[in-house]
Nanobody, 124 residues
C-alpha cells in the first residue's frame, strides 16, 4: 500500500500559477495509476487529472484542459500538478490518489489511497 502526502496549495490571484506535489511512501508507487481530484465546499469530489503508471497516458477534466499538467517522477515517488491560468472556480481542496491498477482513471471508486488534501484559493 502507498501513503500519500500533498503539499503546495495556497492563495493566488486569478491568472496565477501553483504547483502541487504529492509525495508517496512505499516502493510500490510505480505500480499505480495516479489522479488528482478536488472538492469545493458543498460540492461532490470532482476529477481533475489522471496519469498511468509510466506517465505515458494522461487525461484531464474539460474545465482544466490546457491549463493544468499532471506529471510524475517514479524515481522520486512523486506526483505533480502544475496549474496555470488559475480561475476563481478552481478554488477547492485538492487531493491526490493512488489507483487500484496501473492505468489512468477518471472515477473516484478506482482509487484506494488518498492524500490529506491541500487548499487552493484563487482570488478574483
Amino acid at each position: 500500500q502507498v501513503q500519500l502526502a500533498v503539499s503546495g496549495g495556497g492563495l493566488v490571484q486569478a491568472g496565477g500559477s501553483l504547483r502541487l506535489s504529492c509525495a508517496a511512501s512505499g516502493r510500490t508507487f510505480i505500480r499505480y495509476g495516479m489522479g488528482w481530484f478536488r472538492q469545493a465546499p458543498g460540492k461532490e469530489p470532482e476529477f481533475v487529472a489522471t496519469i498511468d503508471w509510466a506517465g505515458g497516458s494522461t487525461y484531464y477534466a474539460d474545465s482544466v484542459k490546457g491549463r493544468f499538467t499532471i506529471s510524475r517522477d517514479n524515481a522520486e515517488n512523486a506526483l505533480f500538478l502544475q496549474m496555470n491560468s488559475l480561475k476563481p472556480e478552481d478554488t477547492a481542496v485538492y487531493f491526490c490518489a493512488a489507483g487500484r491498477g496501473g492505468g489512468p482513471s477518471l472515477r473516484v471508486n478506482d482509487y484506494y489511497s488518498w492524500g490529506q488534501g491541500t487548499q487552493v484559493t484563487v482570488s478574483s
